[in-house]
Nanobody
């Protein structure tokens, strides 16, 4: 019943921007923290960003701070990841995830999330 669907990935030149979108259905969206993860070939999946239920609190991996911005629109059950100043090392499959939790202290832990999307590919060329 629950669906999490990412979109917005693509091929972009280094220094460019992309905005990823993630729409969730079959759940009460504003009761879930939403996170973005990424996985590059040959590497482990890593947490990129997370946003609290009400959108007040955000978290970012050090590697993307100052370049990426997470936001959410609870009226439309959508979370976004605005990615600016993209680097080749940002190339990865990006996944959206939903977490029903009271504390977001472990936002970067994959096991903290209840539902996952299938991912959208981001490729940054040099």
């Amino acid at each position: 019943q629950v669906q999490v669907v990412e979109s917005g990935g693509g091929l972009v030149q280094a220094g460019g921007s992309l905005r990823l979108s993630c729409t969730a259905s079959g759940l009460t969206f504003d009761t879930y923290a939403m996170g973005w993860f990424r996985q590059a070939p040959g590497k482990e999946r890593e947490g990129v960003s997370c946003i609290s239920r009400n959108g007040v609190t955000t978290y970012y991996a050090d590697s993307v701070k100052g370049r990426f911005t997470i936001s959410r629109d609870n009226a439309n059950n959508t979370v976004y990841l605005q990615m600016n100043s993209l680097k080749p090392e940002d190339t990865a499959m990006y996944y959206c995830a939903a977490a029903y939790a009271y504390s977001s202290g472990f936002w970067y832990q994959r096991g903290w999330y209840n539902y996952w999307g299938q991912g959208t590919q981001v490729t940054v060329s040099s």
